[in-house]
């Protein structure tokens, strides 16, 4: 139907760093030049300004998680998901998921709006916050992120580590609402598995989830999962369901051919 505003809220794909462990000590030399231990790892990484540690808390995708994003695009693409405004996490996984999404729905004409409001739980960083690479590095890496954008919360604002779920919840709502109320037609949010109910659940009236209920409902968001919220004639949002499947895959341990040796 014409004219309904759909906001699309898209979790990164897979990441390395929990695909393959502590992988920075085994895939970078004293130089600081990455060395790829497995074919579902990138071919190439960005260089750090802190060095292959910036990657700590700020990693890749894995060739699986670029394919996933790709999937996702092409689905919207079949589905004649078009987007008027996009707006991502400063995490390098959900730039990447981003990039690969909108490349795949041919949307690329469309810059990514680097929004740190919609950053994880900071909760889950009480040992500190990650080093995102800046607007310039993600520009010069080749990323159309724009260099214009407001963002409707700065990194700095982001230092409550003790941050409850409640405030986790208001902070994405604020965000959203934002966002919803300042750019208009059908909008991208590409962020975190629980950035699919944290930016939409006050949207539709519901209160914040506690800190046990948000916690189940994480792992179920898997990689480059999609949750659509949908503004109704009377200007209110409900969840409907996404105009394309979802993702499903199995696992695919690394194999060691030196067991044929036995």
Same mark, same amino acid.
């Given at each position: ?6 906001? %699309? ?17 085994? @895939? %970078? ?16 990484? +960005? ?18 998680? *670029? ?15 078009? %987007?008027?405004?996009?707006? @991502? #996490?400063? #995490?390098?996984? @959900? ?20 929004? +740190?409001? *919609? ?15 800046? *607007? ?62 944290? @930016? #939409?659940? /006050?949207?539709?009236?519901? +209160? +914040?989830?506690?800190? /046990?209920?948000? *916690? ?12 659509? !919220?949908? /503004?109704?004639?009377?200007? #209110?949002? /409900?969840? !409907?369901?996404?105009?394309f499947p979802p993702l499903m895959h199995t696992n695919n341990l690394s194999f060691e051919w030196r067991?044929?040796?036995?």
């Amino acid at each position: 139907m014409h004219g309904i505003r759909r906001l %699309f809220i898209m979790r990164h794909a897979e990441r390395v760093d929990f695909t393959f462990g502590a992988w920075i000590p085994a @895939c %970078f030399d004293k130089e600081g030049n990455f060395i790829r231990k497995n074919l579902n790892m990138p071919l190439s990484v +960005p260089k750090r300004k802190g060095g292959p540690l910036d990657f700590f808390k700020d990693c890749p995708l894995t060739r699986v998680g *670029l394919l996933q994003a790709t999937l996702t695009g092409e689905a919207m693409k079949i589905a004649g998901v078009k %987007f008027e405004h996009v707006f @991502c #996490s400063p #995490s390098l996984r @959900c730039v990447e998921t981003c990039t690969n999404a909108l490349k795949a729905s041919d949307q690329t004409h469309l810059p990514i709006n680097i929004e +740190p409001g *919609l950053f994880e739980w900071l909760a889950w960083y009480r040992d500190g916050m990650p080093k995102w690479m800046d *607007l310039e590095e993600l520009k010069n890496y080749g990323f159309n992120v724009s260099m214009g954008y407001e963002p409707v919360i700065k990194p700095m604002d982001l230092m409550n580590t003790k941050e409850s779920s409640e405030e986790y919840y208001m902070r994405n709502y604020l965000v959203t609402s934002k966002i919803l109320e300042k750019y208009s037609g059908n909008i991208l949010f590409v962020a975190h598995a629980a950035s699919l109910d944290t @930016c #939409s659940r /006050q949207l539709t009236g519901k +209160p +914040p989830r506690k800190e /046990q209920d948000l *916690l189940i409902i994480v792992p179920k968001a898997t990689y480059a999962s999609v949750s659509v !919220v949908e /503004q109704k004639a009377d200007e #209110s949002w /409900q969840l !409907v369901e996404p105009p394309f499947p979802p993702l499903m895959h199995t696992n695919n341990l690394s194999f060691e051919w030196r067991i044929l040796l036995d």
